[in-house]
């Protein structure tokens, strides 16, 4: 049902898409912890759905994100010039486990940490746009299949923004 729910409300597919993908990339991103809150808060700023953002941000999960890290460390590593030296391998079989953080200490900290989130934000946002194109081919085309639902989020979204437009007094009324 969630997703007969995306596919009709009274968003546009761009709006649903970029709420979808805000939650996604967020949650590929190397903040763990925080994921929710930055969803939530770029949900807020850019007046995307808090809902979508917040459920898309759970694809970066145990079983998920080892594999992102692990590529991003390699791509940050090679796009920052850093060495097998300067900013040596990661256990990324450890990387859930507290004996993984250690790694991270000494004179390798600002390389690996570097490598680390350069490499998993490139990686994040390309997942956000991609998630985006690919939401929204998807919404669109369910759109053109089934124009009744097309029309009657349309509608909405228009019966919406005129009772938000008759609901606020102007000043000239006031004055």
Do not use: C
């Not at 994040?124 to 009657?152: E, K, N, Q, W």
Request: charged share 20%; aromatic share 12%.
């Amino acid at each position: 049902m969630l997703v007969l729910d995306l596919l009709g409300r009274e968003e546009s597919p761009e709006r649903v898409a970029a709420a979808i993908a805000v939650g996604i990339g967020v949650g590929f991103s190397p903040f763990i912890g925080f994921h929710i809150w930055i969803a939530l808060g770029l949900a807020f700023l850019f007046r995307l759905n808090k809902i979508d953002a917040a459920l898309g941000q759970f694809a970066g999960n145990p079983w998920t994100l080892p594999a992102v890290y692990a590529l991003g460390y390699r791509l940050g590593r090679r796009l920052l010039n850093y060495d097998r030296r300067s900013a040596p391998g990661l256990a990324w079989d450890r990387l859930l486990h507290s004996d993984f953080w250690k790694a991270f200490k000494g004179p390798a900290f600002a390389p690996r940490l570097l490598s680390f989130l350069v490499g998993t934000m490139v990686i994040a946002t390309f997942i956000a746009v991609v998630t985006y194109g690919f939401f929204l081919a998807i919404l669109r085309l369910y759109h053109r299949r089934h124009p009744r639902v097309a029309i009657r989020a349309a509608h909405r979204r228009t019966t919406e923004k005129l009772k938000i437009q008759n609901s606020s007094p102007s000043r000239s009324s006031k004055e």
